[in-house]
């Protein structure tokens, strides 16, 4: 974290604090020192700033490197805006790309910071709450770092899918959960360990949000014949 973090927290916190007045529950529950992983469900674009504006810690969560690598002046107002709110670059992708992510947060965690992620893995378009995939299980189990879920209300009303602008007549609310210790669930190497330690996590967000419950996993579209049938058949999403 540098100079532009800082500058950036002490800038964007107190002003989306004023226009958008965010309701926050739970804030005392987060602990205030060592590795935190927070897991939150996932509507809109700004969910990456309300968990750091509303979190009584900084904040590190994963962005798109697109995100950092423009020209110009637009570039560089990009580049500058997500590392100001704690953005951190990362290629996306399965294999290799995902593994190195995780990496990433590892080593964040294992030097006492704390990380923002979303178990389903991509936004919900239509409010309901999908399965969690085992990624941040297996980051919990792994470093032994606590999961404090979060559960994000209304944050696709102030900036739905599509839109260029957030709006200022809506009001969010950022909820923190108790802190969960998944280590009873088994060690990261366990498939059923991260399973279980994956279902906890989401069903303590569900409490939390009080979304309906999809009952699948937030799929995106499939691009040809060979990941669709790779779908439906049984495995574990990472």
Do not use: C
């Amino acid at each position: 974290m540098g100079a532009t973090y800082f500058l950036g927290r002490f800038i964007i916190t107190p002003l989306a604090r004023l226009v958008y007045r965010p309701k926050v529950e739970g804030r005392s529950l987060v602990p205030k020192t060592g590795p935190v992983i927070f897991a939150s469900n996932h509507l809109s674009f700004i969910d990456s700033i309300a968990i750091p504006v509303a979190a009584p810690r900084p904040v590190h969560f994963l962005a798109k490197s697109s995100y950092f690598d423009g020209s110009g002046a637009k570039g560089w107002a990009s580049r500058e805006f997500f590392t100001a709110i704690g953005a951190i670059p990362v290629e996306r992708g399965a294999g290799q790309a995902a593994l190195d992510a995780l990496d990433q947060q590892r080593r964040l965690l294992e030097e006492g910071r704390t990380v923002a992620l979303y178990p389903e893995g991509t936004r919900s378009l239509d409010g309901r709450l999908y399965k969690g995939r085992t990624g941040v299980a297996f980051l919990a189990l792994q470093t032994g770092a606590p999961v404090v879920p979060v559960g994000l209300i209304g944050t696709d009303k102030v900036m739905p899918v599509g839109a260029k602008v957030p709006s200022t007549s809506e009001r969010i609310t950022v909820r923190f959960g108790q802190p969960l210790d998944l280590s009873p669930h088994g060690p990261a190497t366990s498939g059923r360990a991260r399973r279980g330690a994956t279902d906890e996590i989401m069903a303590a967000i569900h409490a939390l949000s009080g979304q309906e419950l999809a009952g699948a996993y937030n799929e995106v579209p499939a691009a040809n014949p060979i990941e669709r049938i790779k779908q439906v058949l049984p495995h574990e999403r990472r």
